[in-house]
């Protein structure tokens, strides 16, 4: 019982360390809802993409993004779409081709990484650039990662831990959902 109170405790301050919103990462949220407003008022749309628990992040965000955000938001997470563009192009490019099939002008690619390092998630990474979209990235590893260097807008987690990494961006990124909900 004492180690588990142990742990528990540890593994809270850790969380609450790495997620807190610093005065830097404010600012960096602050920047990407103001692209957000943008994006809502020109009617275009906000695209994001993960691996793993990563993709289950940005389904969340996705939906409440659209539905309580009211903001056009979609994601890869459809196993038809993952397989059959894995298939045709390669796994290190589906993300990349889906990008390029369902991107306008003028939208907002998110993605995520924890690592930084996901070889698809870096080539999407490189191929919205080259389309100039406004592009935002999530990682971490303490920025020590090729996707930290990518993005307009970089969101990096200071922490080796996969799911406090992951946990810090979903806390992040539903925090601009909510943002749009209290109508700032």
Same mark, same amino acid.
């Given at each position: ?30 920047? #990407? ?7 809502? $008022?020109?009617? =275009?749309? /906000?695209?994001? &993409? %993960?691996?793993? *628990? ?67 998630? #870096? ?7 080259? $389309?100039?979209? =406004?592009? /935002?990235?999530? &990682? %971490?590893?303490? *920025? ?41």
């Amino acid at each position: 019982m004492k180690k588990t109170k142990s742990f528990l405790k540890n593994y809270n301050n850790e969380f609450l360390n790495v997620a807190t919103i610093s005065l830097d990462i404010q600012k960096k949220i602050e920047k #990407i809802f103001q692209l957000i407003l943008k994006i809502k $008022k020109d009617k =275009k749309k /906000i695209i994001i &993409s %993960g691996n793993g *628990g990563s993709a289950a992040i940005a389904s969340h965000f996705s939906v409440d993004m659209t539905k309580n955000g009211k903001v056009r938001c979609i994601n890869f997470n459809e196993s038809d779409l993952i397989t059959c563009f894995s298939n045709d192009y390669g796994y290190e490019n589906w993300i990349k081709k889906a990008i390029n099939f369902f991107s306008d002008s003028g939208d907002l690619i998110i993605l995520i990484s924890s690592s930084g390092n996901s070889k698809n998630i #870096i080539n999407a990474a490189k191929f919205a650039k080259s $389309k100039k979209h =406004k592009l /935002i990235t999530l &990682s %971490g590893f303490k *920025g020590k990662n090729k996707l930290s260097k990518l993005g307009d807008i970089n969101l990096i987690v200071n922490s080796n831990n996969y799911n406090l990494i992951e946990n810090s961006h979903q806390y992040w990124l539903l925090s601009l959902v909510d943002m749009l909900n209290a109508n700032i």
